[in-house]
Antibody
Framework: QLQLQESGPGLVKPSETLSLTCTVS??????????WGWIRQPPGKGLEWIGS???????YYNPSLQSRVTISVDTSKNHFSLKLSSVTAADTAVYYC?????????????WGQGTLVTVSS | QSVLTQPPSVSGAPGQRVTISCTGS?????????VHWYQQLPGTAPKLLIY???NRPSGVPDRFSGSKSGTSASLAITGLQAEDEADYYC???????????FGGGTKLTVL
């Protein structure tokens, strides 16, 4: 059974960089059929797609966040990572990693449990 | 505001049928992109409920069904049960935004 697990600091100071890692177990991140992505959910609000990465390193980013986001993949460790720079309180959210089927019509079929990141001094 | 519009809330009594709408535009649902639905129980991660408009992943009861027409899609839940009380989100791709997008979510209350 595929499992995804987010890890990283739960508290980040304003203007600093948020860094999270998603470790994939029970399957290979090098599968040609999937992208690996990040989605966030501010407290009490809806879901927002942040970006996705292919095992080759190809990425797609949400244009509204593109200037601050970097998503990378490490196939040797079977994990992928998110960096979000210059964070503000508006970036406080539960961050989920998820697997997405390839193609524009792709859906997110496996999700991590999520990790709350709070931006505060 | 989301480019996919969902009602903020719906409700129904146990055993009843409810539907949740997801209204988009010619740059997402109307452009032919598939619609997917997720169920989010309180305090948990979203779970894929319906994919590619009307397909259920293994383990999802057939009480849940999806449909798509024009620039809209719908999720129907029949034989409502207390355990169905959750937030439901639709998702598609928007070519104008070049983004995978979610609806704002609908809270289902089982009366």
């Amino acid at each position: 059974q595929l499992q995804l697990q987010e890890s990283g600091p739960g508290l980040v100071k304003p203007s600093e960089t948020l860094s999270l890692t998603c470790t994939v177990s029970g399957g290979s991140i090098s599968s040609s059929s999937y992208y690996w992505g990040w989605i966030r959910q501010p407290p009490g609000k809806g879901l927002e797609w942040i970006g996705s990465v292919y095992y080759s390193g190809n990425t797609y980013y949400n244009p509204s966040l593109q200037s601050r986001v970097t998503i990378s993949v490490d196939t040797s460790k079977n994990h992928f990572s998110l960096k979000l720079s210059s964070v503000t309180a508006a970036d406080t959210a539960v961050y989920y990693c998820a697997r997405r089927a390839i193609g524009y019509g792709g859906y997110f079929d496996y999700w991590g449990q999520g990790t709350l990141v709070t931006v505060s001094s | 505001q989301s480019v996919l519009t969902q009602p903020p809330s719906v409700s129904g009594a146990p055993g009843q049928r409810v539907t949740i709408s997801c209204t988009g535009s010619s740059s997402n649902i109307g452009a032919g992109y598939d619609v997917h639905w997720y169920q989010q129980l309180p305090g948990t991660a979203p779970k894929l409920l319906i994919y590619a408009n009307n397909n259920r992943p293994s383990g999802v009861p057939d009480r849940f069904s999806g449909s798509k027409s024009g620039t809209s899609a719908s999720l129907a839940i029949t034989g409502l049960q207390a355990e169905d009380e959750a937030d439901y989100y639709c998702q598609s791709y928007d070519r104008s935004l070049s983004s995978w997008v979610f609806g704002g979510g609908t809270k289902l209350t089982v009366l």
